[in-house]
T-cell receptor, first 115, second 109 residues
Framework: ETGVTQSPTHLIKTRGQQVTLRCSSQ?????VSWYQQALGQGPQFIFQ???????GRGNFPPRFSGLQFPNYSSELNVNALELDDSALYLC??????????????FGEGSRLTVL | TQLLEQSPQFLSIQEGENLTVYCNSS?????LQWYRQEPGEGPVLLVT?????EVKKLKRLTFQFGDARKDSSLHITAAQTGDTGLYLC?????????FGAGTRLFVKA
């Protein structure tokens, strides 16, 4: 059973650019959640995907968008990057049971630096 | 905006000491989770508590859920250097899990 993998692990972009982060969920999991973790803070919920549909969204602007594919892998896209987007982006997969997400299994994250 | 308050924000102790960290909310949790995050890694689930007054033990870690389900504590007995990390509480229920800002623990040898 493979765990959650994210790529790239580190990247540097400049303001105004666009970035795509990728996540492969744990085998058997049908739900992917994305979080942004700024330095010294806890993870902030961006959005969740369940069966290829956005299932809920946190307080992030529309320039943060995502996709989930039939194999349950996922992408996070951020357009028009700003300096404050510099953070660790975490992907978490889970097995949705009814209305509850249950335990989250996290990848190691993608550290984005915006200059 | 963090809906969960964790305290203290930072704790530095000697190996062998005991410690307690806290998680509080103004609203009732349907369930609460504790995660530990080590540097360079994602958070890993330690425990889920559901019932008010519930106490769970995981080796040297003791987790307590408040009777009113608005607060929780994590007590570590005889801390070890391997306990170093960021301890996050999270409220669950519905489609999203919301995290507190965490308590950063450093255990010195």
């Amino acid at each position: 059973e493979t765990g959650v993998t994210q790529s790239p692990t580190h990247l540097i972009k400049t303001r105004g650019q666009q970035v795509t982060l990728r996540c492969s969920s744990q085998s058997g999991h049908n739900t992917v959640s994305w979080y942004q973790q700024a330095l010294g803070q806890g993870p902030q919920f961006i959005f969740q995907y369940y069966r290829e549909e956005e299932n809920g969204r946190g307080n992030f602007p529309p320039r943060f968008s995502g996709l989930q594919f039939p194999n349950y892998s996922s992408e996070l896209n951020v357009n028009a990057l700003e300096l404050d987007d510099s953070a660790l982006y975490l992907c978490a997969s889970s097995l949705a049971l009814g209305s509850n997400t249950g335990e989250l299994f996290f990848g190691e994250g993608s550290r984005l630096t915006v200059l | 905006t963090q809906l969960l308050e964790q305290s203290p924000q930072f704790l530095s102790i000697q190996e062998g000491e005991n410690l307690t960290v806290y998680c509080n909310s103004s609203s009732v949790f349907s369930s609460l989770q504790w995660y530990r995050q080590e540097p360079g890694e994602g958070p890993v689930l330690l425990v889920t508590v559901v019932t008010g007054g519930e106490v769970k033990k995981l080796k040297r870690l003791t987790f307590q859920f408040g009777d009113a389900r608005k607060d929780s504590s994590l007590h570590i007995t005889a801390a070890q250097t391997g306990d170093t990390g960021l301890y996050l509480c999270a409220r669950t229920g519905g489609f999203k899990t919301i995290f507190g800002a965490g308590t950063r623990l450093f255990v010195k040898a």
